[in-house]
Nanobody
Framework: QVQLVESGGGLVQAGGSLRLSCVAS????????LGWFRQAPGKEREFVAA????????YYADSIKGRFTISRDNAKKTVALQMNKVKPEDTAVYYC???????????????WGVGTQVTVSS
């Protein structure tokens, strides 16, 4: 098992930047694919970005491609989401998630943090 705790959320103006971080504890960190998801009020949770166990293969949703960057530090057991040029529509609760690295890309994530609120003002 792995436990995930997010931090770094807050209020930011449109066009600004924010960096989210997620620290993991528990099982071997490199055994997991890590991802970021978000859920806006009244909407379903959606995929934002993910990275394989090495950090060398990132995946991004089209809506944030070119603006957000996912990275992981296996030594520190952290995964970050650098958010640049944020828009009001990026407002949501952002969740860190993990799943075993042998899962296919379409398989759901097993472990979730409690989320961190990001609010983008226009």
């Amino acid at each position: 098992q792995v436990q995930l705790v997010e931090s770094g959320g807050g209020l930011v103006q449109a066009g600004g930047s924010l960096r989210l971080s997620c620290v993991a504890s528990g099982h071997t960190f490199t055994a997991y694919t890590l991802g970021w998801f978000r859920q806006a009020p009244g909407k379903e949770r959606e995929f934002v970005a993910a990275t394989d166990w090495s950090g060398a293969v990132p995946y991004y949703a089209d809506s944030i491609k070119g603006r957000f960057t996912i990275s992981r530090d296996n030594a520190k057991k952290t995964v970050a989401l650098q958010m640049n040029k944020v828009k009001p529509e990026d407002t949501a609760v952002y969740y860190c998630a993990a799943k075993p690295r042998y899962y296919d890309q379409d398989q759901p994530y097993d472990y979730w943090g409690v989320g961190t609120q990001v609010t983008v003002s226009s």
